[in-house]
Nanobody, 117 residues
Framework: QVQLVESGGGLVHLGGSLRLSCAASGIIFEIYNMDWYRQAPGKQRELVAGITNDGITNYADSVKGRFTISRDNTKNTVYLQMNSLKPDDTAVYYC???????????WGQGTQVTVSS
């Protein structure tokens, strides 16, 4: 059974930082791509950042230069370091994974990030 458990969300002021973690179980982590998505109230869920099984990263234009995605295959965990946070970053952040040869996806339950001005 695949499980993704996010943590690290919270309330932070404008310009602050947070680090989100997503711990995976039930998969061979090294061969899974990992993504972070977010969904703000009244908006569609959007891709924030992704990292492939072999470490290639991509970012939404809105977070480039501020967010960094990384993975630790020894801990089955993917991270999202978020710096220079803005109120527009307020959303529920979700972790998603899929086998690198498959489009079937698994999602975590989400963690709330709130940035106050």
């Amino acid at each position: 059974q695949v499980q993704l458990v996010e943590s690290g969300g919270g309330l932070v002021h404008l310009g602050g930082s947070l680090r989100l973690s997503c711990a995976a179980s039930g998969i061979i982590f090294e061969i899974y791509n990992m993504d972070w998505y977010r969904q703000a109230p009244g908006k569609q869920r959007e891709l924030v950042a992704g990292i492939t099984n072999d470490g290639i990263t991509n970012y939404a234009d809105s977070v480039k230069g501020r967010f960094t995605i990384s993975r630790d295959n020894t801990k089955n965990t993917v991270y999202l370091q978020m710096n220079s946070l803005k109120p527009d970053d307020t959303a529920v952040y979700y972790c998603k994974t899929n086998h690198y040869l498959s489009t079937r996806s698994y999602w975590g339950q989400g963690t709330q990030v709130t940035v106050s001005s």
